[in-house]
Each structure stands twice: as structure tokens, then as C-alpha cells.
């Protein structure tokens, strides 16, 4: 399962850090990434990162969000600086688990946290 947390409410230009922690049966974790869904609209990619640390980032957040990985403990990170009301969502993390060697990759979600943004 993954767990998120880190999610709040912050003033347009201010800052918050997500995490997202996966834990139960793991041989290993491929690509890991944050989507979010605003209210009203289609749950979007944010940003992305395969086990090696190449990353994707959509364009609306280039150059204020950055993700991270510690494959070592199984967790995501995604800061977000500079944000804006445009920003306002509920984040989820995202995985793609191999619970045992051989098993095909099986996409996991996160329970979501909220990111609010006030002008």
C-alpha cells in the first residue's frame, strides 16, 4: 500500500512537501510519480520518476516542483515551492510495485492528501 502524507494549506508563493511511503510484499518499485485532481476536473499528471531518477514534469509546474526517490526505503517526495491557487488538489502518489521476482508490474495509489492554496 502507499501512504501519503504532507499534504495542507499554504499561501500563494509558499511552500509544502509530499510523501509517500509504500510498504507490504515489495521486490521492487519501478516508476513513482504525484497526480492530482482538481475539484470539477480529470485527475492529472504531475510529475514522475523511473527507479534510475529520470524524471517528467508537467508543464504547469516546471521549475517550482521538484520529485525525489529513496529506493532504499521505498518513498517518494514531491516539493513544491512557489505555488498557486492554481495548484489546489487533492495529490495522489502513485507506483508501480513488483511484489515478488517474476510478477508483472501492479499500479498502486495513495489515499490522497488535500493542497490547498489561498491567494
Known amino acids: 500500500q502507499l501512504q501519503a502524507s504532507g499534504g495542507g494549506s499554504v499561501q500563494a508563493g509558499g511552500s509544502l512537501r509530499l510523501s509517500c511511503a509504500a510498504s507490504?510484499?515489495?521486490?521492487?518499485?519501478?516508476?513513482m510519480g504525484w497526480y492530482r485532481q482538481a475539484p470539477g476536473k480529470q485527475r492529472e499528471l504531475v510529475t514522475a520518476?523511473?527507479?534510475?531518477?529520470?524524471?517528467n514534469y508537467a508543464d504547469s509546474v516546471k521549475g517550482r516542483f521538484t520529485i525525489s526517490r529513496d529506493n532504499a526505503k521505498n518513498t517518494v517526495t514531491l516539493q513544491m515551492n512557489s505555488l498557486k491557487p492554481e495548484d489546489t488538489a487533492v495529490y495522489y502518489c502513485n507506483a508501480w510495485i513488483i511484489p515478488l521476482p517474476g510478477d508483472n508490474p501492479r499500479g498502486r495509489w495513495g489515499q490522497g492528501t488535500q493542497v490547498t492554496v489561498s491567494s
Open positions: 520518476i523511473t527507479r534510475d531518477g529520470s524524471t
Open positions: 507490504g510484499l515489495i521486490f521492487r518499485i519501478n516508476d
